[in-house]
């Protein structure tokens, strides 16, 4: 979704210049994320950041329930993206918490229902911190009525192109972005 946000940002604002720049590595969590942090987010000196993490936070605790060491459960989360909003607050004009989703539109699934915990995380950490909350779930949620998650994302994580132009899209409509825009 994000190299699509830039090939609309360069499609209806030809006359900007802009660079989008995608820090995030598969697998990660919030752990490894908050390690490199600095490195691979701020040093970059961004005028703007964006944090889309917690997939995998809460995917772990289901896909390797034995592997206790490696769960990143919601009161670690919540330090983790504080302390990478607190790192970036005062040193860009605003950032993005944007949620972490699982494409299952039934909330009483045991992994639903713990990402929502993670969602709600986010929109508290985003109010308190004055950030830009992009609600990346409740999109899907609103799609379901219409479609099937398995249209959008054949492991209910990973999207499908549809799927990333929908966040692209969702992303966008909190950056007051003009889709009719004339240059």
Not at 141 to 158: G, K
Request: proline share 4%; charged share 30%; glycine share 4%.
């Amino acid at each position: 979704y994000v190299r699509m946000i830039e090939n609309l940002l360069i499609t209806c604002y030809p006359d900007m210049t802009v660079r989008v720049t995608n820090s995030g590595i598969g697998g990660n969590t919030t752990r490894d994320l908050l390690a490199r942090f600095d490195r691979d987010v701020m040093d970059l000196n961004p005028d703007w950041v964006s944090i889309c993490i917690g997939i995998n936070d809460v995917w772990r605790q289901f896909d390797l329930p034995a592997s206790y060491d490696t769960h990143v459960y919601p009161e670690e989360y919540r330090e983790n993206v504080e302390k990478m909003i607190l790192a970036a607050k005062d040193k860009v004009k605003g950032i993005f918490i944007v949620t972490p989703y699982y494409m299952e539109p039934l909330k009483a699934d045991p992994m639903r229902a713990r990402m929502d915990e993670y969602i709600a995380i986010c929109r508290d950490l985003a109010e308190k911190h004055g950030c830009v909350f992009v609600d990346f779930q409740g999109m899907f949620d609103r799609v379901f009525a219409h479609r099937h998650s398995c249209s959008i994302a054949w492991d209910r994580v990973h999207p499908n192109e549809m799927g990333s132009m929908m966040m692209a899209r969702e992303f966008l409509k909190h950056c007051d972005f003009d889709f009719n825009r004339e240059v």
